[in-house]
């Protein structure tokens, strides 16, 4: 799939060998950067996809799945934000939280289709970029997700470090006798530079050996810790509602609806971790059924839990009265319920166990996919013969969080987090549409569509430009007129979409309003990532200068988009296997 390579042994003019060794170097590195996964024809549909040698064992069912979600949204999130955004947005706080969670459905919708059609194995959005566009698209697409997992990872590490410090310190023998360098922010040094934490690093530690046991191991551990959460979460809910004074709830919307929309662009935030359950694709027993009910289920329980806080902390306390550290534990103090201010802690510690257990879990995963195609070392695709766990992936990744979160304050890097999350799941969203437009199979291209196709891309790629217009002319106060320009360009775009293309059937889970409802999923990604800090938009940038570096110095001569294929057969889900041998 490289260039081309022709030997010129007597080449008497050096200039012009030159010329053609960096001609055949370009040549090689386009062709190999835009090659691309072929997606698999489809099979019965009660088969399974799995590895042959290295693969992980389908272990986890619906439930499993359900908690997953769960556990990777539903952090000390609900504890703090739902009462920070509402000292901006008043009781109407929770119309934030609903559009967040509309906008999020969305999203949902394109991965449970995307879920439901691939083979079952890790990669989520990797494997539906390498599929639908290309490989250097994909390789961008999993750097800017990895670098969120892993500053993400490292930054909830140090907050749990804390909360269980708080929890230790309801204890009379520990309040007061714990140094701040063991879990309480750090001890720092070098003017700052550095900032030890010891707790959050043993955290890690601890969460990957759990994590190296085993999927079921792990599972367990996740459901425990996420059923422990949102039975606190529904304490919280029905105690407070007895503490309700509807008053508060008056005026609803106080700064009217720039502050319900800048409120969602916040708490948007909050339920991002659904695509967790999408990457647990190859350790699914009914992964063409299950994933795209435990995407959908996981998301609609945290809207309806975040919802129920909303209401309950608003109307028990006037919402200018709420506290910026712990809203939620503070407005039960002050109605006398000392007691749910100590479920709130332990609640605390639950959710953000879960939130760093998964994205530990997931960031595993997505090494493991790139470790079998080649665009990472071989070592990375490696997998416990017993244990069926990435057992280097999982422990590469627990040394990156644990250097991170023991030696540096990563709280300062929260405002270029969020980066790898809106783009990638824009580009899920464009993926959809890419693999629904009939006669495309993963760029097999023929000169009868292939202006379609590049038609078609223009489209999106006008879409994605258009709501990054809109969000920068709205965050910067603009004239009303330029947002409705850009509005219109991303409307056009979209009929040009719906009309100019013919789309094919879903295979399985299919997302209603293709290609409308991900066109619109990109525009409001692409708008809410024009609210990040303007670091955010600089990280975007050079992370794409270096990875493609890496890419061009080493993952376009390693890798095999075909290896993968090679090494994946068909078989049943375990529990079919007695009753169907091949």
Same mark, same amino acid.
């Given at each position: 799939?490289?260039?081309?390579?022709?030997?010129?042994?007597?080449?008497?003019?050096?200039?012009?060998?030159?010329?053609?060794?960096?001609?055949?170097?370009?040549?090689?590195?386009?062709?190999?950067?835009?090659?691309?996964?072929?997606?698999?024809?489809?099979?019965?549909?009660?088969?399974?996809?799995?590895?042959?040698?290295?693969?992980?064992?389908?272990?986890?069912?619906?439930?499993?799945?359900?908690?997953?979600?769960?556990?990777?949204?539903?952090?000390?999130?609900?504890?703090?934000?739902?009462?920070?955004?509402?000292?901006?947005?008043?009781?109407?706080?929770?119309?934030?939280?609903?559009?967040?969670?509309?906008?999020?459905?969305?999203?949902?919708?394109?991965?449970?289709?995307?879920?439901?059609?691939?083979?079952?194995?890790?990669?989520?959005?990797?494997?539906?970029?390498?599929?639908?566009?290309?490989?250097?698209?994909?390789?961008?697409?999993?750097?800017?997700?990895?670098?969120?997992?892993?500053?993400?990872?490292?930054?909830?590490?140090?907050?749990?470090?804390?909360?269980?410090?708080?929890?230790?310190?309801?204890?009379?023998?520990?309040?007061?006798?714990?140094?701040?360098?063991?879990?309480?922010?750090?001890?720092?040094?070098?003017?700052?530079?550095?900032?030890?934490?010891?707790?959050?690093?043993?955290?890690?530690?601890?969460?990957?050996?759990?994590?190296?046991?085993?999927?079921?191991?792990?599972?367990?551990?996740?459901?425990?810790?996420?059923?422990?959460?949102?039975?606190?979460?529904?304490?919280?809910?029905?105690?407070?509602?007895?503490?309700?004074?509807?008053?508060?709830?008056?005026?609803?919307?106080?700064?009217?609806?720039?502050?319900?929309?800048?409120?969602?662009?916040?708490?948007?935030?909050?339920?991002?971790?659904?695509?967790?359950?999408?990457?647990?694709?190859?350790?699914?027993?009914?992964?063409?059924?299950?994933?795209?009910?435990?995407?959908?289920?996981?998301?609609?329980?945290?809207?309806?839990?975040?919802?129920?806080?909303?209401?309950?902390?608003?109307?028990?306390?006037?919402?200018?009265?709420?506290?910026?550290?712990?809203?939620?534990?503070? *407005?039960?103090?002050?109605? +006398? $319920?000392?007691?749910?201010? @100590? #479920?709130?802690? &332990?609640?605390? %510690?639950?959710? !953000? /166990?879960?939130?760093?257990?998964?994205?530990?879990?997931?960031?595993?995963?997505?090494?493991?996919?790139?470790?079998?195609?080649?665009?990472?070392?071989?070592?990375?695709?490696?997998?416990?013969?017993?244990?069926?766990?990435?057992?280097?992936?999982?422990?590469?990744?627990?040394?990156? *969080?644990?250097?991170?979160? +023991? $030696?540096?304050?990563?709280? @300062? #890097?929260?405002? &270029?987090?969020? %980066?790898?999350? !809106? /783009?990638?799941?824009?580009?899920?969203?464009?993926?959809?549409?890419?693999?629904?437009?009939?006669?495309?199979?993963?760029?097999?291209?023929?000169?009868?569509?292939?202006?379609?196709?590049?038609?078609?891309?223009?489209?999106?790629?006008?879409?994605?430009?258009?709501?990054?217009?809109?969000?920068?002319?709205?965050?910067?106060?603009?004239?009303?007129?330029?947002?409705?320009?850009?509005?219109? %360009?991303?409307? !056009?775009?979209?009929?040009?979409?719906?009309?100019?293309?013919?789309?094919?059937?879903?295979?399985?889970?299919?997302?209603?309003?293709?290609?409308?409802?991900?066109?619109?999923?990109?525009?409001?990604?692409?708008?809410?990532?024009?609210?990040?800090?303007?670091?955010?938009?600089?990280?975007?940038?050079?992370?794409?200068?270096?990875?493609?570096?890496?890419?061009?110095?080493?993952?376009?001569?390693?890798?095999?988009?075909?290896?993968?294929?090679?090494?994946?057969?068909?078989?049943?889900?375990?529990?079919?296997?007695?009753?169907?041998?091949?």
């Amino acid at each position: 799939m490289g260039g081309q390579r022709k030997s010129r042994g007597t080449d008497a003019n050096p200039s012009s060998s030159s010329s053609s060794s960096s001609s055949s170097c370009c040549s090689h590195f386009w062709s190999s950067a835009l090659r691309a996964k072929t997606l698999p024809p489809p099979s019965d549909p009660s088969a399974v996809r799995t590895v042959s040698s290295d693969g992980l064992v389908r272990r986890l069912g619906l439930l499993d799945l359900v908690l997953i979600g769960i556990g990777a949204s539903i952090g000390a999130g609900i504890f703090v934000v739902t009462g920070t955004v509402a000292r901006d947005a008043g009781p109407a706080v929770t119309i934030s939280f609903m559009l967040a969670g509309a906008s999020c459905v969305l999203n949902a919708f394109c991965y449970a289709e995307l879920a439901s059609r691939f083979p079952a194995v890790v990669g989520g959005a990797y494997l539906y970029t390498y599929t639908a566009f290309n490989e250097l698209t994909a390789f961008l697409v999993f750097a800017q997700l990895m670098l969120d997992y892993h500053i993400g990872a490292a930054s909830i590490a140090r907050s749990l470090a804390s909360y269980v410090i708080t929890v230790l310190e309801l204890f009379p023998f520990f309040r007061d006798n714990i140094p701040s360098w063991i879990g309480h922010g750090g001890e720092e040094f070098l003017g700052g530079a550095l900032s030890i934490n010891i707790l959050a690093p043993i955290i890690l530690a601890i969460l990957t050996i759990i994590l190296s046991l085993g999927v079921k191991e792990s599972s367990v551990v996740n459901s425990i810790m996420t059923v422990t959460k949102v039975v606190i979460v529904i304490i919280v809910i029905l105690a407070g509602a007895f503490k309700v004074d509807v008053s508060n709830w008056s005026p609803f919307a106080p700064n009217g609806i720039k502050a319900i929309l800048t409120g969602s662009t916040v708490v948007f935030f909050a339920y991002v971790g659904f695509d967790a359950v999408a990457n647990s694709a190859e350790e699914s027993k009914r992964p063409q059924r299950d994933l795209p009910i435990g995407i959908m289920g996981s998301l609609l329980i945290c809207i309806a839990l975040y919802i129920g806080v909303c209401l309950v902390i608003t109307g028990m306390v006037p919402y200018k009265f709420l506290g910026e550290e712990a809203p939620l534990a503070e *407005a039960f103090k002050s109605k +006398g $319920l000392k007691y749910i201010s @100590v #479920l709130i802690s &332990i609640g605390a %510690v639950a959710g !953000l /166990t879960t939130t760093l257990l998964v994205g530990l879990y997931v960031q595993s995963r997505l090494y493991l996919g790139l470790g079998r195609d080649g665009l990472l070392p071989p070592v990375f695709a490696k997998v416990h013969p017993t244990r069926r766990t990435p057992i280097h992936s999982q422990v590469w990744v627990g040394i990156v *969080a644990a250097i991170m979160a +023991g $030696l540096f304050n990563v709280h @300062v #890097l929260s405002h &270029i987090l969020s %980066v790898g999350s !809106l /783009t990638g799941y824009s580009v899920v969203s464009a993926c959809l549409i890419v693999l629904r437009w009939k006669d495309n199979t993963a760029n097999q291209a023929k000169s009868r569509w292939l202006s379609s196709w590049k038609e078609g891309v223009i489209c999106l790629l006008l879409v994605a430009c258009s709501g990054f217009a809109a969000g920068v002319s709205y965050r910067f106060g603009a004239s009303f007129i330029l947002p409705l320009v850009a509005v219109i %360009v991303a409307v !056009l775009a979209t009929f040009a979409l719906y009309h100019r293309q013919v789309y094919a059937g879903a295979l399985g889970f299919s997302c209603p309003g293709v290609p409308i409802l991900p066109a619109i999923c990109i525009f409001f990604n692409i708008f809410l990532f024009a609210q990040l800090h303007y670091e955010a938009w600089v990280r975007f940038v050079i992370l794409c200068i270096i990875t493609t570096g890496i890419y061009a110095f080493y993952g376009q001569y390693h890798a095999d988009p075909t290896n993968s294929e090679e090494t994946i057969i068909y078989h049943r889900a375990p529990e079919q296997e007695v009753k169907h041998q091949p």
